[in-house]
C-alpha cells in the first residue's frame, strides 16, 4: 500500500457519513486538490487510481463485459450513498448535455473526474487520463 492510496481511502472515510450528497461530492472535489501536495509517487499511484476508475466505467456502459457488483465498490461509500451519488450524478449537466438514463455507475466517472482534473496539474500521467476523461 501507498501514501497516495491511504490518502483516498482516509478522504472517503471523512466524507462516508456525509448527510448530503451534493456536499458529499463538493467536498470529495476539494479533498483530491490538496492531493497536490504529494510526493510524485503517490500522486501517480492516485491517477492510477483514477484511470482505474475511468476504464472500469467504460467497461460497464460501452465495451464490457459486465463487471461483478462486488469489483466495483469503493473504500468507505455504501452501496446506498452510491446509489444517491449515482442519482445526483445522472441530475448534472454537461455542455448542455444531460447523462443518458440508463447509464451505469456514473459515481465512477465522477470520481475518475475528480481525481484525474485533480492531478493533472501536479502529474503529466494525471493531464493525459484527464484529457481522455473529458471526451
Known sequence: RTRG????????????AEADIEIFRRD??????????????????ITKYGSV??????????????????DLSLPHITKTRQEEWDQSCLRDI???E????????????SMANDIL????????????WAFRCFN
Open 5 to 16: 492510496m491511504d490518502s483516498i481511502e482516509k478522504l472517503l472515510e471523512q466524507l462516508s
Open 28 to 45: 470529495l472535489s476539494s479533498g483530491v486538490s490538496s492531493f497536490s501536495t504529494l510526493g510524485p509517487t503517490e500522486l501517480s499511484t
Open 53 to 70: 476508475l475511468l476504464n472500469r466505467f467504460i467497461q460497464l456502459n460501452w465495451t464490457g463485459p459486465s463487471v461483478v457488483e462486488g
Open 94 to 96: 454537461y455542455d448542455g
Open 98 to 109: 444531460t447523462w443518458y438514463e440508463l447509464t451505469v455507475s456514473p459515481h465512477l466517472l
Open 117 to 128: 482534473i485533480g492531478c493533472m496539474k501536479e502529474d503529466y500521467d494525471g493531464l493525459i
